[in-house]
Nanobody, 116 residues
Framework: QVQLVESGGGLVQPGGSLRLSCATS????????MSWYRQAPGKERELVAIITSDGSITDYANSVKGRFTISRDNAKNTVYLQMNSLKPEDTAVYYCKCRRRGSDYWGQGTQVTVSA
């Protein structure tokens, strides 16, 4: 059974940092690309960052380039999202996702709120 569990969200002031984690189980993590999405109130879910199975290639939404870094530890079956220079518009529920055998699997999400 595929499971993804996000953690690390919270309330942070503008300009601050957070590190999100997504612990996974139930599939061969090291052979799957992983991604982070976010969904703000009243908006559609959007792709934030993606990383290949070996971590050699990453890509980001234009809105977070230069501020967010996606990484993974295949020994720990965990993917991370380091978020720096946070802005109020980064406020959203953040989700990790994997796709395997044609199906998407999502975690439950973690709330990130950027506010003074």
């Amino acid at each position: 059974q595929v499971q993804l569990v996000e953690s690390g969200g919270g309330l942070v002031q503008p300009g601050g940092s957070l590190r999100l984690s997504c612990a996974t189980s139930g599939f061969t993590f090291s052979t799957n690309a992983m991604s982070w999405y976010r969904q703000a109130p009243g908006k559609e879910r959007e792709l934030v960052a993606i990383i290949t199975s070996d971590g050699s290639i990453t890509d980001y939404a234009n809105s977070v380039k230069g501020r967010f870094t996606i990484s993974r530890d295949n020994a720990k079956n965990t993917v991370y999202l380091q978020m720096n220079s946070l802005k109020p518009e980064d406020t959203a529920v953040y989700y990790c996702k994997c796709r395997r055998r044609g199906s998407d699997y999502w975690g439950q999400g973690t709330q990130v709120t950027v506010s003074a």
